[in-house]
């Protein structure tokens, strides 16, 4: 079972990046799957998630309306589009995944999770 996240870069105050979660292993519609973002220095936090199946979306206050969580079935893959990045989401970002119902905002609910895939934004 694995998680390969793909995407990050360097990119300006104000662009865009769109981050990739490929799964392997394992059916990711099966899961919820979600995104969390670690800046240097601090905790792990939740971005947003997807739930299995229903595939309700839900968000941090600091990127909704930023920040886009899709899920490609047959690709076996989730996505995150960020739009107006601002240089306080620069972090390495992480998907994560979990049969927990709903979408855990806590890191300990995930079982398993990608490798991380820096992002920095420049003002």
């Known amino acids: 079972v694995q998680l390969q996240a793909s995407g990050g870069g360097l990119v300006q105050a104000g662009g865009s990046l769109k981050l990739s979660c490929k799964a392997s292993?394992?059916?990711?519609?099966?899961?919820?799957v979600s995104w969390f973002g670690q800046a240097p220095g601090k905790e792990r936090e939740f971005v947003a998630g997807m739930r299995r199946s229903a595939g309700r979306t839900e968000y941090s206050d600091s990127v909704k309306g930023r920040f886009t969580i899709s899920r490609d079935n047959a690709k076996n893959t989730v996505y995150l589009q960020m739009s107006s990045l601002k240089p306080e989401d620069t972090a390495v970002y992480y998907c994560?995944?979990?049969?927990?119902?709903?979408?855990?905002?806590?890191?300990?609910?995930?079982?398993?999770w990608g490798q991380g895939t820096l992002v920095t934004v420049s003002s």
């Open positions: 292993g394992f059916i990711s519609s099966s899961y919820a």
């Open positions: 994560a995944a979990t049969t927990v119902i709903g979408v855990p905002k806590q890191p300990t609910s995930y079982y398993y």
